[in-house]
């Protein structure tokens, strides 16, 4: 497994819904299916719905808060970037109250809600998106088969848990 760093963070009015243990093992899991070779720096953070609207609306222009958000600073495959440099891939923000919610009106877990958002934003990390539908559904497909990989309910039956066609906001 590549030496990737995780760097996790939770604010005093959040929770850290997934442990520090399972986010690298996601994480690296995520990156090491991408064939990224190069050790890549990611920020987590765990935020109240207030701190999430506040950088909603600083980067989307969105004035509510939102489950993710994912800020992309550098690409693993960037020539600039020396020979064994890490790659700081960029910064993943979780809402965790938002996440909860959005977990309970769909019937599943918190967890399961925030693999799925995790593994979500480390794909727009890598340059995911799902703004047209072709897009979409590369993503979806992309995020079931890394689900399936990271998932505690391998081999008991896997829920779809992606929905992004639907989200075209």
């Not at 990156?31 to 999430?52: K, N």
Request: aromatic share 6%.
């Amino acid at each position: 497994m590549n030496s990737h760093q995780f760097d996790i963070s939770c604010d005093d009015d959040a929770q850290l819904i997934l442990s520090e243990k399972e986010l690298q093992l996601v994480g690296n899991t995520v990156l090491e299916e991408e064939g990224i070779t190069r050790p890549c720096l990611v920020s987590i953070s765990f935020v109240s719905d207030e701190h999430m609207r506040q950088l909603n609306r600083q980067f989307r222009d969105q004035d509510r808060p939102t489950d993710v958000l994912s800020v992309e600073c550098e690409r693993p495959n960037d020539p600039d970037l020396f020979e064994g440099e890490p790659c700081e891939l960029g910064d993943i923000v979780l809402a965790t109250a938002y996440i909860t919610r959005q977990a309970q009106s769909f019937g599943w877990t918190p967890q399961d809600e925030c693999r799925l958002l995790f593994v979500h934003g480390l794909l727009h990390l890598l340059g995911y998106d799902h703004l047209e539908d072709e897009e979409a559904a590369r993503m979806e497909a992309r995020e079931d088969k890394l689900l399936e990989l990271v998932s505690p309910h391998k081999g008991k039956g896997h829920v779809t848990l992606t929905r992004h066609r639907s989200e075209l906001t």
